[in-house]
């Protein structure tokens, strides 16, 4: 099992199917809400790819397999065998939902919130790249967008409104392939709102819209404070799980050894025993009914604080303000172990215990209230200082000179080669995908994060070296048939890419 499989794996237990139990346990309840997700590309390809829904459903017997060996370990300790209990029957609802209900395809469900109504998704450049230093070559960062949207119109049957542009990083030369491509609004730091020409007389508490007619919604900081501090924020209280003690690291390596990396190295199982308690290495044992009384306290929190936010802003506004909060999806499950339930109560609480405010999508808001302030966009990112820099800096501007080398030869190529033959087609619609590849703005990000950097360097150097070696195969006429099945099989992502999309 590949690490990146696991990163899969672990988002689907702990963040996905959270999020589709509680979604559908508000529609059994009948309780309205709406909610904006990005799904993006390679997700939507990871999740309907055969062969990783049968290694996730995998993942998640095996998952249950250790909870019931620790049932049977931990039978003489009460509080343990509990936390046991609580996992086996956590995971073997998740094989319910995942194997059961959706035949081990989760985008169906999202599929069917959206079109019930309750959610919007919205579509995002087609490897998370970083826009910004892409348009060097202007096909390159418009091709992300064209690939995005296809891969979302394949899996969602509609055209999205919205574009999560990766790392909200916009500069105002994007807007013309937004608009090419239909997309109507985007999302931005703060800072893309607050600093922009002229000054929004609401800040982020309204939308702006760019001479060039896209709709920018901001991040609201203070309802992203409450959730994101570090110091203050929800996920940090003591009685919730503590994300660094799992099993993984701390049983007999004989005991564990079926359930880690066959590379050999110690990973997480999912199985944690102990909660946050403080600032100390000292953790104490956890307990899930006080976490779930804490969601729920903070859940009435949040909500009260978006009514006296909403109170205090709405007397100056021609308009109803919007409050747009901004998280990362795996924020819920995966790191913050009860954010889904937390979601889950808190739109509950919205529903029965306040009528000051509704929630609502970007289109619905922006189609019950057209009229909004015209006002150019500052260019912005989020991240660190709020200007790039996390994306190029000294330690990893080095990428950029191969992207945009090889983002000139893939328009180079798609402008000379207009009939190819099947053979030259194969090739240069794989040219592409390893130019994507190539271009996420993962790599530079886990550089800067100085996290796991050996491996952020081998994929930008093997997807650049394949799409070089593809791309001299393609002008001398002597393709490689077993090298492009071989790395065709290796990086097959975005099965109906059209490599054309370079030539415009």
């Not at 405010?357 to 808001?365: A, D, Q, R």
Request: charged share 25%.
């Amino acid at each position: 099992m590949y690490m990146e499989e696991r990163w899969l794996f672990e988002a689907i237990s702990e963040t996905y199917i959270p999020l589709i139990k509680y979604f559908q346990k508000l529609c059994d309840e009948n309780i309205p809400f709406k909610i904006t997700m990005n799904i993006s590309a390679p997700l939507i390809t990871m999740l309907t790819d055969d062969l990783l829904q049968k290694r996730s459903l995998r993942y998640l017997v095996e998952r249950l397999w250790l909870a019931h060996k620790e049932i049977r370990r931990t039978k003489g300790h009460n509080d343990l065998n509990n936390l046991a209990w609580f996992y086996y029957n956590r995971f073997k609802e998740q094989y319910k939902i995942f194997k059961r209900e959706y035949n081990c395809n989760l985008i169906p469900a999202f599929k069917k919130f959206q079109d019930m109504g309750h959610l919007e998704i919205v579509a995002c450049p087609a490897t998370h790249g970083f826009l910004p230093l892409l348009n060097v070559t202007p096909n390159a960062s418009r091709a992300q967008i064209a690939n995005g949207i296809k891969v979302y119109e394949e899996a969602f049957g509609r055209h999205p409104n919205g574009m999560w542009l990766s790392e909200c990083a916009y500069i105002p030369e994007l807007e013309d392939a937004l608009n090419e491509f239909g997309i109507k609004y985007i999302f931005l730091e703060t800072h893309g709102i607050t600093n922009a020409d002229p000054t929004p007389i609401y800040g982020t508490l309204s939308p702006i819209i760019s001479p060039k007619g896209i709709a920018a919604f901001g991040r609201d900081l203070e309802s992203s404070e409450q959730v994101w501090s570090s110091i203050t924020g929800y996920p940090g209280h003591p009685n919730y799980r503590e994300f660094y003690k799992d099993i993984g690291f701390e049983s007999d390596w004989d005991y564990i050894k079926p359930f880690v990396a066959k590379s050999g190295h110690r990973v997480d199982t999912g199985l944690k025993y102990h909660r946050i308690t403080g600032k100390t290495d000292y953790k104490e044992l956890y307990h899930p009914d006080w976490a779930m009384q804490i969601a729920e306290e903070q859940a009435d929190h949040f909500m009260y604080s978006r009514v006296k936010q909403i109170n205090d802003s709405a007397t100056n506004m021609i308009v109803p303000p919007i409050i747009t909060s901004q998280y990362d999806a795996e924020l819920y499950g995966h790191w913050w172990f009860e954010g889904p339930y937390w979601i889950y109560v808190l739109f509950k609480k919205i529903h029965f215990n306040q009528d000051t405010f509704e929630l609502i999508t970007p289109s619905e808001y922006l189609n019950r209230y057209p009229k909004i302030q015209e006002s150019q966009p500052a260019i912005s990112t989020w991240g660190a200082h709020g200007y790039s820099e996390v994306w190029i800096n000294p330690g990893n501007d080095y990428m950029y000179k191969h992207l945009h080398a090889a983002a000139d030869r893939m328009v180079y190529l798609a402008r000379c080669i207009t009939n190819p033959t099947e053979l030259e087609r194969k090739a240069l619609n794989q040219c592409a995908r390893e130019l994507l590849l190539a271009q996420s703005s993962d790599w530079p990000f886990i550089v800067t994060m100085n996290t796991m950097v050996e491996y952020a360097h081998k994929r930008l150097k093997d997807h650049i070296g394949r799409f070089n070696a593809l791309a001299d195969m393609i002008d001398k006429h002597e393709i490689n048939e077993e090298y492009l099945d071989d790395i065709s099989y290796k990086d097959k992502i975005f099965p109906n890419i059209d490599y054309s999309i370079y030539a415009k």
